[in-house]
């Protein structure tokens, strides 16, 4: 039987396009820097970087753009075995403005649907699934069918065996018309129950305020994490912007750690670089206070380049970040050429406007 792989992770993918000029708005960027992203995807590029053998389970579009992401993924040594393409709908593309330090809208083109909500149950390897020490799936993943159906089923054939993560990842554009909390959906479909069946099948939450009000009905920090291990994790993972993360575990072991200052140049993907070295902590055993700190720091140097999966850093970088206690100015984007084209501006970690973005707050930085 081949070995397992560290992680495994389920769910979005698609072409990043960033603008290589700050401060302006779309409409007057004329250069871009073409990217992998997804959550997901590059959380499982975020594992690799830091030496864990990784895959990911989800579906492009036939198309060059397709083509464009098996390319990146193999150059980033994730395994896209489980990638396959749609014939009916087009690789999602997503268009990012930068207004640094806390201000990065995103622009979602994943209509009519995306290719990686058409993940089918019986397309599963359900014994990789389960032998693979991490599974990692998202909030986003349960949004449509088969992809909910196809998420359910993998984390029902997990029987909690290793770890598995869930990463609450709310995105209310991307639910049946744009569902809230508590909206009318068809009954079981409805975020907050769908949430709660996929809870009880995963031993770690991960999350910001707003999801955390979605899974649970909490917002505030301790009372979030004592709900998600209501529900059925052993460790919930409670991410709060500018006041850092706190993570408690069922054993009573807690780290409250505040965020690593830095230069914020893009606040997008630095979530995921947190999650990425949030399994790799976990594989290795350390402690909780090491995995929330060395999880902050991989953050934070994300959050201090312009791109999400080529931003994400080494072993060597973070040990380094932690060491020097803040991201170091200059620090060389070397995974990140385009980020030399954009100027940083100096800020500590701070959540994103909620007026004009749809991304997910900077807890990245924390």
Known sequence: ?????????????????????????????????????????NVAVAAARLGRRTAVITRTGRD???????????????????????????????????????????????????????IHPGELNLDAIRSARIF?????????EPSRTATLAALEARGKSGITVFDLDWRPMFWPDGAKPGAPEPEGTEPGAVYARALRHA??????????????????????????????????????????????HRDGS??????????????????????????????????????????????????????CSSAMPYDEEVTGTLAAGRVVAGDPAASDPAASAVAPSTASSTEPSAVRSSVRAPEALS
């Not at 753009?65 to 749609?86: C, I, K, P, S």
């Not at 060395?294 to 140097?301: E, K, L, R, W």
């Open 136 to 144: 990692w799936m998202t909030g986003t993943g349960l949004c449509a």
């Open 254 to 307: 807690r780290a409250e750690v505040p965020p690593v200052p830095v230069d914020v140049v893009n606040g997008l993907g630095a979530g995921d670089a947190f999650g990425g070295a949030l399994c790799h902590g976990l594989l290795a055993g350390w402690d909780l206070e090491r995995v929330m700190r060395y999880a902050n720091a991989a953050g934070a140097i994300v959050a201090g380049r312009l791109a």
């Open 1 to 41: 039987m081949p070995e397992p792989y560290d992680v495994i992770t389920m769910g979005r993918i698609g072409v990043d396009l960033y603008p290589l000029r700050t401060g302006v708005p779309l409409a007057q960027v004329d250069t871009f820097g073409k990217f992998l992203g997804g959550s997901a995807t």
């Open 64 to 118: 060059p753009f397709g083509d464009y992401l098996h390319q990146a993924l193999r150059e980033f040594e994730v395994d896209d075995r489980w990638v396959t393409a749609v014939d009916a709908y087009p690789t999602p593309v997503t268009f990012c403005e930068v207004f640094p330090p806390d201000d990065f809208p995103l622009y979602f083109y994943r209509l009519p649907k995306a290719p990686d909500l058409e």
């Open 203 to 248: 031993t770690v939450a991960v999350g910001n305020l707003d999801e955390c009000e979605v899974a649970v009905g909490e917002r505030e920090p301790h009372a979030a994490a004592r709900a998600l291990l209501a529900a059925g994790v052993e460790l919930a993972v409670v991410k709060q912007g500018p006041k850092g993360v706190l993570a408690v």
